[in-house]
């Protein structure tokens, strides 16, 4: 994978950080290119790829700073549009790196209000569980 790395397109480099997260392999050199080549396309990305971009370095406990910014900062102009599940996912894996970015936070919590009659109730634990981990406080929503 890491030679083919720049033939994958952005769907497919986050569902392949997704499934290694999901069986726990943390390879740092696959990583890092995985990282930069994310970082390059992440305009491409929709909701599902940062949200699980996001959720995967969090469960690899892999701390990318410059690429955490550049998902903050694309799920701030598309979270409007998220499903409730990358809401949460997304405030989860932010809280877990301890990266704190008050902006993407508050959009999050604008999207989350509008989609609260449909987050399950695991969402609502994660989403209360990361907003008092990054000491976030947002009244409307909590």
Partial sequence: ALLRIRELNQQTLSNTVWA??????????LLEAISAES???I???????LANTAWS???????????LQAIAAAA???CPDFPSQEITNT??????????????????????????EVVDAQGLANLAWSYATMQY?????M
Wanted: aromatic share 10%; hydrophobic share 50%; net charge positive.
């Fill in 20 to 29: 290694f997260a999901g069986i726990a392999f943390s390879d740092g050199a």
């Fill in 91 to 116: 405030s989860w894996a932010f809280a877990k790196l301890q990266f704190e970015d008050p902006h993407m936070m508050e959009a999050l919590s604008a999207a989350a209000i509008r989609r609260i």
């Fill in 43 to 49: 305009r491409e990305c929709n909701a599902q790829s």
């Fill in 39 to 41: 970082l390059a396309r």
């Fill in 137 to 141: 406080q947002n009244g409307p929503l």
């Fill in 76 to 78: 701030i102009t598309k």
């Fill in 57 to 67: 370095c969090a469960k690899l406990a892999f701390f990318n700073k410059p690429l």
